[in-house]
């Protein structure tokens, strides 16, 4: 099955930039899901089919994918994104999901 | 507004069974495929299964593949699924999320908190 690997943590000053990136071999046919989870909370998708952002979701929010990486960039970070992000794919099959480790991004 | 809430979790002994729950209000359930996830503190997040709109179309994990059975009841606007033979490495939080409409793969759009699952003897 596909594997997605994350960083375990990013750390970043409020305004400043943070990318979080995800590798997986899938990655160059399949398409990137980002996802938020902040403490207590369900997950909210942050970015669907690469680079699309759902609607209500800040414009600081972007994402690109580019051969086996995907990157979430959260541009002017600001204190209530502290959370943990997960990147989420298929796999070859296009029929089951696998998810990557999980990022804990800290601003600060 | 759309709402997912999960129910059915429990403590429960290696080789038993639960029926998880899930119940959705919001949207036109029958419309959507739905899914349920996994998640541990040490492991983080897992899909486990989905099911097609209409129920006729289901997938599993490999790790729950013969021992697990995702349902619908489109009438009831109710996820459900049928644990059986559960092992210790199945002890998480278990949450329904929605996909989407028509052909998959579709991001999971909304997801209900969850319901916790422990197995231990």
């Known amino acids: 099955s596909s594997e997605l690997t994350q960083p375990p943590s990013v750390s970043v000053s409020p305004g400043q930039t943070a990318r979080i990136t995800c590798s997986g071999d899938?990655?160059?046919?399949?398409?990137a899901y980002w996802y938020q989870q902040k403490s207590g909370q369900a997950p909210v998708l942050v970015i669907y089919?690469?680079?699309k952002r759902p609607s209500g979701i800040p414009e600081r929010f972007s994402g690109s994918s580019s051969g086996t990486m995907a990157t979430l960039t959260i541009s002017g970070a600001q204190v209530e994104d502290e959370a943990d992000y997960y990147c989420?794919?298929?796999?070859?099959?296009?029929?089951?999901?696998?998810f990557g480790g999980g990022t804990k991004v800290t601003v600060l | 507004e759309v709402q997912l809430v999960a129910s059915g979790g429990g403590s429960v002994q290696p080789g038993g069974s639960l029926r998880l729950s899930c119940a959705a209000s919001?949207?036109?359930?029958?419309?959507?495929?739905m899914h349920w996830v996994r998640q541990t503190p040490g492991k983080g997040l897992m899909w486990v299964s989905r099911?097609?709109?209409?129920?006729?179309?289901?997938s599993y994990a490999d790790s729950v593949k013969g021992r697990f059975t995702i349902s619908r009841d489109n009438a009831e606007t109710t996820l459900y699924l049928e644990m059986n033979n559960l092992r210790a490495e199945d002890t998480a939080v278990y949450s329904c999320?929605?996909?989407?409409?028509?052909?998959?793969?579709?991001?999971?759009?909304?997801w209900g908190l969850g319901t916790m699952v422990t197995v231990s003897s």
């Open positions: 089919e690469d680079n």
């Open positions: 919001g949207f036109t359930f029958s419309s959507y495929w």
């Open positions: 099911t097609n709109s209409d129920g006729s179309s289901t």
């Open positions: 989420s794919t298929t796999d070859s099959s296009g029929d089951q999901y696998v």
């Open positions: 899938a990655l160059p046919t399949k398409y």
């Open positions: 999320a929605r996909g989407g409409v028509g052909t998959a793969p579709h991001p999971f759009d909304y």
